[in-house]
């Protein structure tokens, strides 16, 4: 799984993901996994109180984030509860056009 594919799904989906993700119950997973730091994770429990302005908080620190595997881990945290959203991602990771042959070269790659 590429996290670069992942993310432009992620802002494709993410109004859906405001709106049906209690971003409490994915916190401390991406804590855990360390995509988000302490000082984000407190952030985010104790001074929004509205899960929609939370869950859009927790996105955007996410689509800031430096961790390599983000949409990765963000991807697992949401596959227990949320398990509609996760076949829509990977429904659209799979309809994703392969990437062409290249050129080695100066020659056409030809499959066999």
Do not use: W
């Not at 407190?42 to 430096?66: A, F, G, Q, V």
């Not at 697992?76 to 509860?81: G, I």
């Amino acid at each position: 799984m590429d996290n670069e594919a992942l993310k432009p799904i992620f802002t494709n989906l993410r109004e859906r993901i405001i709106k049906e993700v209690n971003p409490a119950s994915i916190i401390d997973e991406l804590y855990v996994r360390k995509v988000i730091s302490a000082d984000d994770r407190n952030d985010l429990k104790s001074t929004i109180s509205d899960p929609e302005l939370c869950c859009r908080e927790l996105l955007y620190k996410l689509h800031d984030s430096s961790h390599p595997e983000t949409f990765i881990r963000l991807r697992e945290a949401l596959l227990c509860e949320y398990k509609q959203i996760v076949d829509v991602i990977d429904n659209q990771l799979t309809s994703q056009p392969s990437p062409q042959p290249q050129q080695l070269e100066g020659k056409q790659h030809v499959s066999p």
